[in-house]
């Protein structure tokens, strides 16, 4: 089975082995939490037991969904932003990925950073400053240009589609963002 962020239909689907398309949530662009949701271009979807998580780009704000289709939001208030803690704002967040706790790790694409918002679904920025670049180093020394996809290894390594850099980008469970000598 395979789970996939339906962009342009703002939806999320599922593929089943035979090849059948059906739709978890979603029905037409908009935001609504709960068991008949909307979505406004979801995309990047990880999925950790039996939820998947999910950026929801046009709202600004993550979201979890259920495998029977009900969905909440993880982190954000809805509106375009770059702070951090229980009222975090995103700007486009794109690429998540979910480790056990649950964690999810955020590419927030339109504030050039790497978010981690952790079970009690606080939100802090991992690296990143909100400005566009393409700097090595720790946190806030460290800089992207709109990261887009994400994806965690088993010993707390995520590596990071830096997009407007044509890079793939590895932070360390340190906090230190290199390149990952891919281009």
Do not use: C, M, W
């Not at 590419?107 to 090595?136: C, E, F, M, P, Y």
């Not at 887009?148 to 044509?166: C, E, H, K, P, R």
């Amino acid at each position: 089975i395979v789970y996939v962020a339906d962009s342009t239909n703002h939806r999320v689907r599922k593929i089943a082995v035979d090849t059948t398309v059906s739709t978890i949530a979603g029905t037409t662009t908009g935001f609504t939490d709960g068991a008949t949701p909307k979505f406004a271009e979801p995309s990047g979807i990880s999925l950790l037991s039996s939820e998947l998580f999910l950026g929801d780009t046009n709202n600004h704000r993550t979201r979890k969904v259920t495998l029977a289709g009900v969905a909440s939001t993880r982190a954000g208030t809805g509106l375009s932003g770059f702070n951090d803690g229980a009222y975090a704002r995103f700007s486009s967040p794109r690429g998540v990925a979910a480790i056990a706790g649950p964690i999810v790790y955020v590419a927030d694409s339109g504030n050039h950073a790497l978010r981690k918002i952790a079970a009690d679904q606080s939100v802090v920025t991992v690296a990143g400053t909100g400005v566009s670049g393409a700097a090595d180093g720790y946190g806030v020394l460290a800089s992207f240009s709109n990261p887009f996809g994400l994806a965690v290894d088993g010993n707390g390594y995520v590596f990071v589609a830096d997009t407007g850099n044509a890079k793939v980008r590895l932070v360390s469970p340190s906090g230190l963002v290199a390149d990952f000598g891919v281009t």
